[in-house]
Protein backbone atom coordinates (compact mmCIF):
# COMPACT_ATOMS: atom_id res chain seq x y z
CA UNK A 1 0.00 0.00 0.00
CA UNK A 2 1.29 3.68 -0.80
CA UNK A 3 1.76 6.31 1.50
CA UNK A 4 -1.19 7.83 -0.38
CA UNK A 5 -3.51 5.01 0.16
CA UNK A 6 -2.52 5.03 3.08
CA UNK A 7 -3.26 8.71 3.45
CA UNK A 8 -6.99 8.45 2.11
CA UNK A 9 -7.51 5.17 4.67
CA UNK A 10 -6.93 7.56 7.09
CA UNK A 11 -8.90 10.25 6.25
CA UNK A 12 -11.97 8.10 5.83
CA UNK A 13 -11.28 6.93 9.14
CA UNK A 14 -10.92 10.51 10.73
CA UNK A 15 -14.59 11.41 9.31
CA UNK A 16 -16.48 9.09 11.25
CA UNK A 17 -15.08 10.50 14.46
CA UNK A 18 -15.25 14.20 13.20
CA UNK A 19 -17.74 17.44 14.32
CA UNK A 20 -17.05 18.96 11.02
CA UNK A 21 -17.24 17.76 7.24
CA UNK A 22 -14.01 16.94 6.46
CA UNK A 23 -12.79 18.24 2.84
CA UNK A 24 -9.81 15.98 1.35
CA UNK A 25 -8.50 18.65 0.13
CA UNK A 26 -7.92 20.75 3.59
CA UNK A 27 -5.89 18.16 5.13
CA UNK A 28 -1.90 18.15 4.91
CA UNK A 29 0.10 15.62 6.87
CA UNK A 30 0.41 18.48 9.41
CA UNK A 31 -2.97 18.62 10.05
CA UNK A 32 -3.99 17.92 14.41
CA UNK A 33 -6.91 15.40 14.76
CA UNK A 34 -8.15 16.85 17.66
CA UNK A 35 -7.62 21.00 17.17
CA UNK A 36 -8.05 21.17 13.42
CA UNK A 37 -10.64 18.54 13.12
CA UNK A 38 -12.74 19.08 15.79
CA UNK A 39 -12.64 15.22 17.16
CA UNK A 40 -13.23 14.59 20.93
CA UNK A 41 -9.85 13.44 22.56
CA UNK A 42 -11.58 10.18 23.83
CA UNK A 43 -12.30 8.70 20.51
CA UNK A 44 -8.60 9.00 19.67
CA UNK A 45 -8.56 4.99 21.38
CA UNK A 46 -11.81 4.25 18.95
CA UNK A 47 -9.21 5.70 15.85
CA UNK A 48 -6.74 3.68 16.51
CA UNK A 49 -8.69 0.16 16.96
CA UNK A 50 -9.72 1.23 13.18
CA UNK A 51 -6.06 1.61 12.45
CA UNK A 52 -5.70 -2.33 13.64
CA UNK A 53 -8.76 -3.18 11.83
CA UNK A 54 -8.13 -1.33 8.55
CA UNK A 55 -5.24 -2.00 7.53
CA UNK A 56 -4.60 -5.68 9.66
CA UNK A 57 -1.68 -4.01 12.62
CA UNK A 58 -1.33 -4.05 16.18
CA UNK A 59 -0.76 -0.66 17.60
CA UNK A 60 0.44 -0.87 21.32
CA UNK A 61 -0.51 2.00 24.11
CA UNK A 62 3.21 4.09 23.66
CA UNK A 63 2.82 4.24 19.82
CA UNK A 64 -1.23 4.75 19.92
CA UNK A 65 -0.07 8.01 22.34
CA UNK A 66 2.19 9.53 19.90
CA UNK A 67 -0.68 9.80 17.36
CA UNK A 68 -1.28 13.55 17.32
CA UNK A 69 -1.40 14.59 13.50
CA UNK A 70 -2.82 12.95 10.30
CA UNK A 71 0.77 12.40 9.42
CA UNK A 72 2.11 10.66 13.09
CA UNK A 73 -0.64 8.22 11.96
CA UNK A 74 0.86 7.59 8.40
CA UNK A 75 3.97 6.98 9.42
CA UNK A 76 3.33 5.26 12.56
CA UNK A 77 1.13 2.53 10.04
CA UNK A 78 3.73 3.04 7.11
CA UNK A 79 6.26 1.59 9.64
CA UNK A 80 4.48 -1.45 10.35
CA UNK A 81 2.68 -2.61 7.33
CA UNK B 1 -42.88 32.57 46.87
CA UNK B 2 -42.73 29.58 45.00
CA UNK B 3 -43.16 30.28 41.16
CA UNK B 4 -45.55 28.86 39.14
CA UNK B 5 -44.62 26.31 36.34
CA UNK B 6 -46.02 25.29 33.41
CA UNK B 7 -45.44 23.10 30.34
CA UNK B 8 -44.70 24.83 26.42
CA UNK B 9 -43.43 22.24 24.97
CA UNK B 10 -44.17 17.93 23.83
CA UNK B 11 -41.30 15.54 22.65
CA UNK B 12 -42.65 11.97 22.16
CA UNK B 13 -41.87 8.70 20.51
CA UNK B 14 -43.68 6.02 21.51
CA UNK B 15 -44.84 2.44 20.00
CA UNK B 16 -47.70 3.85 18.41
CA UNK B 17 -46.28 6.94 17.08
CA UNK B 18 -43.53 9.48 17.00
CA UNK B 19 -44.45 13.38 17.24
CA UNK B 20 -46.86 14.40 18.91
CA UNK B 21 -49.42 14.58 16.70
CA UNK B 22 -48.81 10.88 15.37
CA UNK B 23 -49.25 10.08 19.21
CA UNK B 24 -52.38 12.40 19.54
CA UNK B 25 -54.05 10.72 16.38
CA UNK B 26 -52.89 6.80 17.74
CA UNK B 27 -54.40 7.62 21.36
CA UNK B 28 -57.32 8.99 19.80
CA UNK B 29 -57.86 5.85 17.42
CA UNK B 30 -56.93 3.31 19.44
CA UNK B 31 -53.83 2.32 17.56
CA UNK B 32 -51.47 -0.34 19.61
CA UNK B 33 -47.93 -0.11 19.68
CA UNK B 34 -48.20 -3.78 20.16
CA UNK B 35 -46.35 -6.43 18.07
CA UNK B 36 -44.87 -9.51 18.15
CA UNK B 37 -40.87 -9.75 18.46
CA UNK B 38 -39.71 -12.76 16.80
CA UNK B 39 -36.26 -12.61 18.79
CA UNK B 40 -38.34 -13.09 21.70
CA UNK B 41 -39.91 -16.45 20.50
CA UNK B 42 -36.16 -17.09 19.52
CA UNK B 43 -35.19 -16.62 23.10
CA UNK B 44 -37.81 -18.70 24.27
CA UNK B 45 -39.64 -15.76 26.68
CA UNK B 46 -42.95 -16.35 27.65
CA UNK B 47 -43.73 -13.26 26.52
CA UNK B 48 -43.10 -12.61 23.01
CA UNK B 49 -44.78 -9.26 22.33
CA UNK B 50 -43.19 -5.73 22.87
CA UNK B 51 -44.02 -2.15 22.49
CA UNK B 52 -41.40 -0.89 20.58
CA UNK B 53 -40.72 2.29 18.53
CA UNK B 54 -40.86 2.32 14.95
CA UNK B 55 -38.64 3.52 12.08
CA UNK B 56 -36.00 4.63 14.80
CA UNK B 57 -32.78 4.30 12.40
CA UNK B 58 -34.34 6.54 9.17
CA UNK B 59 -35.52 9.19 12.16
CA UNK B 60 -31.89 8.89 13.84
CA UNK B 61 -30.36 9.52 10.15
CA UNK B 62 -32.24 12.99 9.97
CA UNK B 63 -31.79 14.10 13.41
CA UNK B 64 -28.34 13.03 14.19
CA UNK B 65 -24.55 13.36 12.23
CA UNK B 66 -22.54 10.00 11.93
CA UNK B 67 -20.15 11.58 14.87
CA UNK B 68 -23.11 11.68 17.24
CA UNK B 69 -24.59 8.20 16.28
CA UNK B 70 -21.24 6.90 17.33
CA UNK B 71 -22.15 6.24 21.01
CA UNK B 72 -26.07 6.06 21.19
CA UNK B 73 -27.90 2.82 22.18
CA UNK B 74 -31.89 2.57 22.18
CA UNK B 75 -32.60 4.85 25.34
CA UNK B 76 -30.44 7.20 24.37
CA UNK B 77 -31.98 7.73 20.84
CA UNK B 78 -34.90 7.73 22.31
CA UNK B 79 -33.94 10.23 24.54
CA UNK B 80 -32.20 12.14 21.82
CA UNK B 81 -35.15 12.51 19.77
CA UNK B 82 -37.93 12.93 22.19
CA UNK B 83 -35.82 16.43 23.63
CA UNK B 84 -35.14 17.47 20.35
CA UNK B 85 -38.60 17.36 19.38
CA UNK B 86 -39.46 19.09 22.96
CA UNK B 87 -36.42 21.76 22.21
CA UNK B 88 -38.02 22.42 19.13
CA UNK B 89 -41.76 22.38 20.12
CA UNK B 90 -41.31 25.12 22.80
CA UNK B 91 -39.80 27.39 20.08
CA UNK B 92 -36.11 26.87 20.39
CA UNK B 93 -33.76 26.15 17.85
CA UNK B 94 -31.14 23.31 17.65
CA UNK B 95 -28.14 25.00 17.93
CA UNK B 96 -24.89 23.49 15.40
CA UNK B 97 -22.91 21.10 16.44
CA UNK B 98 -19.73 23.12 16.79
CA UNK B 99 -21.40 25.83 18.39
CA UNK B 100 -20.50 27.47 21.78
CA UNK B 101 -23.82 28.46 22.75
CA UNK B 102 -24.91 27.27 26.51
CA UNK B 103 -28.24 28.37 27.99
CA UNK B 104 -27.55 28.56 31.23
CA UNK B 105 -31.11 28.63 32.11
CA UNK B 106 -32.60 25.13 31.30
CA UNK B 107 -31.55 22.26 32.23
CA UNK B 108 -32.26 18.20 31.83
CA UNK B 109 -33.35 15.80 34.26
CA UNK B 110 -34.25 12.42 32.40
CA UNK B 111 -34.60 9.15 34.01
CA UNK B 112 -34.47 5.64 32.68
CA UNK B 113 -35.37 2.38 34.57
CA UNK B 114 -33.04 0.08 33.90
CA UNK B 115 -30.54 2.03 31.73
CA UNK B 116 -27.67 0.59 28.50
CA UNK B 117 -28.82 -2.80 29.44
CA UNK B 118 -28.21 -3.12 25.62
CA UNK B 119 -24.81 -1.67 25.64
CA UNK B 120 -23.98 -4.34 28.50
CA UNK B 121 -25.21 -7.24 26.92
CA UNK B 122 -23.94 -6.71 23.23
CA UNK B 123 -20.74 -5.66 24.06
CA UNK B 124 -19.60 -4.70 27.78
CA UNK B 125 -20.05 -8.33 29.07
CA UNK B 126 -18.87 -10.22 26.03
CA UNK B 127 -15.92 -8.21 25.48
CA UNK B 128 -15.02 -8.11 28.97
CA UNK B 129 -15.41 -11.74 29.49
CA UNK B 130 -13.18 -12.61 26.27
CA UNK B 131 -10.44 -10.25 27.51
CA UNK B 132 -10.76 -7.79 25.11
CA UNK B 133 -11.93 -5.01 27.16
CA UNK B 134 -9.73 -2.66 24.88
CA UNK B 135 -12.05 -3.30 21.82
CA UNK B 136 -14.47 -1.42 23.70
CA UNK B 137 -13.00 1.99 22.75
CA UNK B 138 -14.46 4.71 23.95
CA UNK B 139 -18.38 4.83 23.49
CA UNK B 140 -19.24 2.18 26.11
CA UNK B 141 -18.79 4.47 29.19
CA UNK B 142 -21.21 7.17 28.09
CA UNK B 143 -23.82 4.63 27.09
CA UNK B 144 -24.08 3.01 30.05
CA UNK B 145 -23.60 5.35 32.64
CA UNK B 146 -27.03 5.92 34.35
CA UNK B 147 -27.23 9.40 33.16
CA UNK B 148 -26.22 8.28 29.73
CA UNK B 149 -29.39 9.60 28.65
CA UNK B 150 -29.46 13.22 30.11
CA UNK B 151 -26.19 13.87 28.98
CA UNK B 152 -26.42 13.22 25.63
CA UNK B 153 -29.00 15.72 25.41
CA UNK B 154 -27.44 18.26 27.35
CA UNK B 155 -24.34 17.85 24.45
CA UNK B 156 -26.73 18.47 21.54
CA UNK B 157 -28.75 21.51 23.70
CA UNK B 158 -26.11 22.88 24.58
CA UNK B 159 -27.50 22.57 27.93
CA UNK B 160 -26.01 24.31 30.80
CA UNK B 161 -28.34 24.53 34.02
CA UNK B 162 -28.59 20.71 36.19
CA UNK B 163 -28.66 18.12 34.14
CA UNK B 164 -29.00 14.39 35.82
CA UNK B 165 -30.85 11.28 35.42
CA UNK B 166 -33.18 10.20 38.08
CA UNK B 167 -33.80 6.09 38.70
CA UNK B 168 -36.99 4.84 40.56
CA UNK B 169 -38.35 2.19 38.87
CA UNK B 170 -41.35 2.55 37.14
CA UNK B 171 -42.09 5.78 38.78
CA UNK B 172 -38.96 7.16 37.24
CA UNK B 173 -40.51 9.33 34.50
CA UNK B 174 -43.34 11.07 36.61
CA UNK B 175 -40.72 11.70 39.48
CA UNK B 176 -38.19 13.54 36.69
CA UNK B 177 -41.26 15.73 35.85
CA UNK B 178 -41.67 16.26 39.48
CA UNK B 179 -38.23 17.21 40.40
CA UNK B 180 -37.78 19.51 37.42
CA UNK B 181 -40.82 21.36 38.87
CA UNK B 182 -39.25 21.80 42.45
CA UNK B 183 -36.30 23.17 40.74
CA UNK B 184 -37.98 26.00 38.85
CA UNK B 185 -40.22 26.78 41.61
CA UNK B 186 -37.35 27.42 43.35
CA UNK B 187 -35.74 29.83 40.94
CA UNK B 188 -32.84 27.08 40.28
CA UNK B 189 -33.66 27.24 36.25
CA UNK B 190 -35.90 28.83 34.00
CA UNK B 191 -36.73 25.87 31.87
CA UNK B 192 -36.21 22.14 32.41
CA UNK B 193 -36.24 19.06 29.51
CA UNK B 194 -37.89 16.32 32.06
CA UNK B 195 -39.30 12.84 31.89
CA UNK B 196 -38.00 9.20 31.32
CA UNK B 197 -36.53 7.05 28.45
CA UNK B 198 -36.39 3.14 28.54
CA UNK B 199 -34.73 1.22 25.25
CA UNK B 200 -35.70 -1.70 23.70
CA UNK B 201 -33.57 -5.06 24.43
CA UNK B 202 -34.40 -8.37 25.20
CA UNK B 203 -31.64 -7.57 28.47
CA UNK B 204 -34.21 -5.57 29.84
CA UNK B 205 -36.93 -7.41 29.73
CA UNK B 206 -35.86 -11.02 31.16
CA UNK B 207 -35.88 -10.22 33.69
CA UNK B 208 -39.49 -9.56 34.54
CA UNK B 209 -40.20 -12.29 31.75
CA UNK B 210 -38.71 -14.70 34.63
CA UNK B 211 -41.05 -12.96 37.24
CA UNK B 212 -43.72 -14.15 35.17
CA UNK B 213 -45.03 -10.53 35.25
CA UNK B 214 -44.96 -10.40 31.78
CA UNK B 215 -48.57 -11.52 29.63
CA UNK B 216 -47.63 -14.51 28.29
CA UNK B 217 -51.23 -15.55 26.97
CA UNK B 218 -51.62 -13.48 24.35
CA UNK B 219 -48.35 -14.17 21.94
CA UNK B 220 -50.82 -14.59 18.54
CA UNK B 221 -53.13 -11.38 19.27
CA UNK B 222 -50.37 -8.96 20.25
CA UNK B 223 -52.85 -5.79 19.82
CA UNK B 224 -54.76 -7.51 22.36
CA UNK B 225 -52.04 -8.40 25.10
CA UNK B 226 -51.51 -5.16 27.34
CA UNK B 227 -55.13 -5.63 29.53
CA UNK B 228 -55.32 -2.92 32.44
CA UNK B 229 -58.61 -2.99 34.21
CA UNK B 230 -59.53 -6.91 32.53
CA UNK B 231 -60.58 -9.59 33.94
CA UNK B 232 -58.30 -11.67 31.63
CA UNK B 233 -55.36 -9.29 32.48
CA UNK B 234 -52.21 -11.74 32.62
CA UNK B 235 -49.17 -9.01 33.45
CA UNK B 236 -47.77 -6.30 31.99
CA UNK B 237 -45.94 -5.60 28.49
CA UNK B 238 -42.45 -4.73 28.13
CA UNK B 239 -42.65 -1.26 25.70
CA UNK B 240 -39.82 1.09 25.32
CA UNK B 241 -39.20 4.85 23.95
CA UNK B 242 -39.12 8.71 25.60
CA UNK B 243 -41.58 11.27 26.95
CA UNK B 244 -39.90 14.44 27.50
CA UNK B 245 -42.06 18.02 28.72
CA UNK B 246 -40.43 21.38 28.32
CA UNK B 247 -41.42 22.36 31.80
CA UNK B 248 -40.70 26.29 32.45
CA UNK B 249 -41.46 28.73 34.82
CA UNK B 250 -44.89 30.92 34.20
CA UNK B 251 -42.87 34.37 33.91
CA UNK B 252 -40.14 32.88 31.53
CA UNK B 253 -43.08 31.45 29.35
CA UNK B 254 -45.18 34.72 29.16
CA UNK B 255 -42.08 36.82 28.92
CA UNK B 256 -41.05 35.09 25.57
CA UNK B 257 -44.66 34.75 24.49
CA UNK B 258 -44.41 30.67 24.23
CA UNK B 259 -47.58 28.52 24.06
CA UNK B 260 -48.96 26.97 26.85
CA UNK B 261 -50.00 23.49 26.98
CA UNK B 262 -51.03 23.29 31.16
CA UNK B 263 -50.18 24.02 34.39
CA UNK B 264 -48.13 21.30 36.46
CA UNK B 265 -50.21 22.45 39.69
CA UNK B 266 -48.15 20.05 41.86
CA UNK B 267 -47.27 16.69 42.94
CA UNK B 268 -45.73 14.40 45.78
CA UNK B 269 -43.23 11.63 45.92
CA UNK B 270 -42.89 9.08 48.75
CA UNK B 271 -42.26 5.57 49.44
CA UNK B 272 -44.41 3.32 51.03
CA UNK B 273 -41.12 1.69 53.10
CA UNK B 274 -41.95 -2.02 52.13
CA UNK B 275 -44.19 -1.88 55.31
CA UNK B 276 -48.29 -2.09 55.78
CA UNK B 277 -48.50 -5.00 52.80
CA UNK B 278 -45.44 -3.35 50.72
CA UNK B 279 -42.82 -4.78 49.46
CA UNK B 280 -40.09 -4.49 46.52
CA UNK B 281 -42.97 -5.53 44.53
CA UNK B 282 -46.33 -4.86 45.97
CA UNK B 283 -47.15 -1.23 47.05
CA UNK B 284 -47.62 -0.33 50.46
CA UNK B 285 -51.21 1.24 50.16
CA UNK B 286 -51.27 3.48 52.81
CA UNK B 287 -47.70 4.86 51.01
CA UNK B 288 -50.00 5.20 47.71
CA UNK B 289 -52.98 7.12 49.12
CA UNK B 290 -50.58 9.51 51.20
CA UNK B 291 -48.73 10.62 47.59
CA UNK B 292 -51.97 11.59 46.35
CA UNK B 293 -53.14 13.23 48.86
CA UNK B 294 -49.82 15.38 49.42
CA UNK B 295 -49.93 15.89 45.91
CA UNK B 296 -53.34 17.82 46.14
CA UNK B 297 -52.01 19.22 49.09
CA UNK B 298 -49.21 20.87 47.06
CA UNK B 299 -51.43 21.84 44.19
CA UNK B 300 -53.93 23.17 46.90
CA UNK B 301 -57.11 21.13 45.83
CA UNK B 302 -59.60 18.84 46.59
CA UNK B 303 -60.19 15.40 45.44
CA UNK B 304 -63.49 16.32 44.31
CA UNK B 305 -61.58 18.54 41.69
CA UNK B 306 -60.04 16.07 39.19
CA UNK B 307 -61.58 15.38 36.66
CA UNK B 308 -59.69 12.73 35.15
CA UNK B 309 -56.64 9.90 36.25
CA UNK B 310 -54.51 8.87 34.26
CA UNK B 311 -53.77 5.61 35.92
CA UNK B 312 -50.58 3.59 36.85
CA UNK B 313 -52.32 0.20 35.53
CA UNK B 314 -50.27 -1.98 34.38
CA UNK B 315 -52.28 -4.81 33.87
CA UNK B 316 -51.21 -7.17 36.74
CA UNK B 317 -53.45 -8.19 39.70
CA UNK B 318 -52.80 -5.00 41.14
CA UNK B 319 -55.05 -2.65 38.93
CA UNK B 320 -58.32 -3.39 41.44
CA UNK B 321 -56.08 -2.13 44.34
CA UNK B 322 -54.90 0.85 42.57
CA UNK B 323 -58.63 1.84 41.94
CA UNK B 324 -59.35 1.69 45.43
CA UNK B 325 -56.34 3.68 46.18
CA UNK B 326 -57.54 6.20 44.21
CA UNK B 327 -60.78 6.55 45.58
CA UNK B 328 -59.64 6.33 49.20
CA UNK B 329 -56.88 9.22 48.36
CA UNK B 330 -59.70 11.45 46.43
CA UNK B 331 -62.55 10.72 48.73
CA UNK B 332 -64.71 9.47 45.66
CA UNK B 333 -66.81 6.90 45.78
CA UNK B 334 -68.11 4.34 42.72
CA UNK B 335 -71.06 6.88 42.13
CA UNK B 336 -68.59 10.24 41.71
CA UNK B 337 -64.98 8.94 40.56
CA UNK B 338 -63.25 10.92 37.74
CA UNK B 339 -63.05 9.81 34.58
CA UNK B 340 -59.72 6.98 34.02
CA UNK B 341 -57.78 5.91 31.33
CA UNK B 342 -54.40 3.48 30.82
CA UNK B 343 -51.92 4.54 28.58
CA UNK B 344 -50.16 1.12 29.10
CA UNK B 345 -53.31 -0.46 27.15
CA UNK B 346 -51.58 1.20 23.57
CA UNK B 347 -47.68 1.18 23.93
CA UNK B 348 -47.71 -1.12 26.73
CA UNK B 349 -45.38 -0.22 30.14
CA UNK B 350 -41.89 1.36 29.16
CA UNK B 351 -40.58 1.30 33.16
CA UNK B 352 -38.78 4.68 33.52
CA UNK B 353 -40.25 6.24 30.22
CA UNK B 354 -44.16 5.57 31.02
CA UNK B 355 -44.59 8.65 33.65
CA UNK B 356 -43.28 10.74 30.40
CA UNK B 357 -45.21 9.13 28.15
CA UNK B 358 -48.32 9.11 29.95
CA UNK B 359 -47.77 12.80 31.45
CA UNK B 360 -47.48 13.42 27.40
CA UNK B 361 -51.09 11.93 26.87
CA UNK B 362 -52.29 13.76 29.67
CA UNK B 363 -51.16 16.91 28.78
CA UNK B 364 -52.40 16.61 25.39
CA UNK B 365 -55.90 15.67 27.04
CA UNK B 366 -55.89 18.25 29.04
CA UNK B 367 -54.72 21.02 26.14
CA UNK B 368 -56.98 19.18 23.74
CA UNK B 369 -59.87 18.47 26.02
CA UNK B 370 -60.47 14.47 25.47
CA UNK B 371 -59.83 11.65 27.16
CA UNK B 372 -58.42 8.72 25.00
CA UNK B 373 -59.79 5.05 24.90
CA UNK B 374 -58.57 2.54 27.23
CA UNK B 375 -58.32 -0.74 24.86
CA UNK B 376 -58.92 -4.06 25.68
CA UNK B 377 -60.88 -4.00 29.00
CA UNK B 378 -64.14 -4.63 27.33
CA UNK B 379 -64.04 -7.63 30.33
CA UNK B 380 -63.50 -5.22 32.92
CA UNK B 381 -62.37 -6.65 36.16
CA UNK B 382 -65.29 -7.79 38.65
CA UNK B 383 -64.07 -5.85 41.09
CA UNK B 384 -64.27 -2.86 38.92
CA UNK B 385 -67.68 -3.48 36.93
CA UNK B 386 -69.19 -0.62 39.83
CA UNK B 387 -66.43 1.93 38.42
CA UNK B 388 -67.55 0.91 34.58
CA UNK B 389 -69.06 4.35 33.57
CA UNK B 390 -65.72 6.23 34.83
CA UNK B 391 -63.85 3.75 32.54
CA UNK B 392 -63.57 5.03 29.67
CA UNK B 393 -63.01 2.15 27.10
CA UNK B 394 -63.59 4.74 23.61
CA UNK B 395 -62.29 7.91 23.43
CA UNK B 396 -64.39 10.84 24.43
CA UNK B 397 -64.43 14.78 23.97
CA UNK B 398 -64.11 16.30 27.32
CA UNK B 399 -64.17 20.05 27.04
CA UNK B 400 -64.81 20.55 30.47
CA UNK B 401 -61.84 18.65 31.96
CA UNK B 402 -59.77 20.93 33.83
CA UNK B 403 -57.74 19.00 36.48
CA UNK B 404 -55.91 15.38 35.03
CA UNK B 405 -54.02 13.66 37.80
CA UNK B 406 -51.08 10.72 36.84
CA UNK B 407 -49.51 8.56 39.27
CA UNK B 408 -46.74 6.10 38.47
CA UNK B 409 -45.71 3.01 41.30
CA UNK B 410 -42.65 1.36 41.25
CA UNK B 411 -40.43 -1.58 42.19
CA UNK B 412 -39.24 -0.29 45.42
CA UNK B 413 -42.54 0.54 46.53
CA UNK B 414 -42.10 4.11 45.15
CA UNK B 415 -44.84 6.25 44.27
CA UNK B 416 -45.30 9.71 42.09
CA UNK B 417 -48.44 11.88 41.70
CA UNK B 418 -48.52 15.20 39.32
CA UNK B 419 -51.36 16.89 38.81
CA UNK B 420 -51.89 19.27 35.42
CA UNK B 421 -54.55 21.56 34.45
CA UNK B 422 -56.02 22.90 31.51
CA UNK B 423 -54.19 26.53 30.69
CA UNK B 424 -56.46 29.09 30.74
CA UNK B 425 -54.69 32.73 30.57
Known amino acids: ?42 RLVDIVLDFEDVFDIEVDDDDADSVATVGDGVNLIMAKI | MRKRVVVTGLGVIAPNGHGIEAFETALK ?18 CQVAGVPQGVDDICSRYFTGEQLLAMNS ?59 RRLGSTAVEQVMASGVSAKVSGLLGLGNQVTSNSCACSTGTEAILDAMYRIRHGLAERMLAGGAEGASPYIWSGFDAMRVLNRTRNDEPVKASRPMSASAAGFIPGAGAGILMIESLDSALERGARIYAEIMGGAINCGGHRMGGSMTAPNPVGVQRC ?134
Not at chain 2, 29 to 46: A, D, V, W, Y
Not at chain 2, 364 to 385: M, P, R, W
Open chain 2, 75 to 133: SIKYASISAIDAWKDAGFEVPEDDSEQVDWDTGAIIGTGIGGMDTIGEKIVPLTNAGKT
Open chain 1, 1 to 42: MTKDEVFKKIVDILGKYSKTEIKMENISMETSILDDLKINSA
Open chain 2, 292 to 425: VQNALTDAGIEGSQVDAINGHLTATFADPYEINNWAKALGRTEQDFPLINATKSLIGHSLGAAGGLESIACVLQVYKGFVHGSVNCEDLHAELLPYSNSIVQKTRETPELKIQAKASFGFGDVNACVLYKKWQA
Open chain 2, 29 to 46: NGESGIRFIPELEELKFG
